[in-house]
């Protein structure tokens, strides 16, 4: 009975191995078609202000001119600059229809890295620049609340946000806000001072994970796990004939 029990766990533990390994041949398949809509987005020319209603901007180039609204600035938690904690600032980017000069969509800007001591905003210390400002940058996709992770309140006002979710910045700031965020690269005018430090932001993850490793591992297990018990059945079954 007890040898019974053995062949269906060890027949349990390669059928899993072996259902793990497909899983991550069925990822690696849809982190290829990720990718491929990544990179022709990044290769895709810049996009403006007058786009950012369009459903899916993310890993588009921008460049626009717009004005900072400080007084809705918020600090994006926990954020490293090397080995250092620290906060990123995001600051909402106002456009003008040219069209019938009305406020349209407004875009979120990280504009960077600043201390843990820097924990009111707007971030004295690292204001932008006022008045008309030229910027460029990548659009990244929104972040939405998922899975048991922190979260930000619901409603209410914020100084400090969890993640970049448009929609709950829009709900803050009070005014309709692009479903994609801007990285900064560059602004003219340009930041005075040293800080918010842009410089982690200018790189941007094209592949995904390394699934066909995953798959490769897991179908690796369910071989050994085989062959192993295998050799350890004709082990016993030799060491009882010889007895």
């Known amino acids: 009975m007890r040898r019974i029990a053995t062949h269906v766990l060890v027949a349990v533990l390669v059928a899993a191995f072996v259902a793990l390994g497909l899983w991550q041949l069925a990822r690696r398949s849809e982190s290829s078609r990720a990718t491929a809509e990544r990179a022709a987005a990044l290769a895709a020319p810049p996009v403006g202000p007058t786009d950012l209603a369009d459903a899916d901007l ?28 620290g906060n990123h600032v995001l600051t909402p980017l106002i456009f003008d229809d040219a069209d019938d000069n009305s406020p349209g969509l407004a875009l979120i800007v990280d504009r960077g890295w600043v201390p843990l001591e820097m924990e009111d905003v707007p971030v004295a210390d690292a204001a932008p620049p006022d008045g008309p400002v030229a910027v460029s940058g990548l659009l990244m996709p929104a972040e939405r609340p998922r899975g048991i992770g922190p979260r930000d309140p619901a409603s209410g006002p914020l100084t400090k946000v969890f993640r970049v979710d448009t929609d709950r910045i829009a709900v803050h700031a009070g005014y309709p806000v692009a479903n994609v965020y801007l990285v900064l690269y560059e602004q003219d005018p340009a930041q005075g001072g040293d800080l918010p430090d842009a410089g982690d932001l200018h790189s941007v993850q094209v ?26 059945l004709r082990r016993r079954a030799a060491s009882t004939t010889s007895a």
């Open 58 to 85: 993310a890993y588009r180039h921008f460049e626009g001119v717009g004005v900072y609204d400080v007084g809705n600035e918020l600090l994006l938690r926990n954020r490293t600059r090397g080995f250092t904690n």
């Open 207 to 232: 592949g995904g994970p390394p699934h066909l490793s995953y798959a490769i591992q897991w179908f690796s297990f369910a071989i050994i796990t085989s062959v192993g018990y295998v050799v350890l």
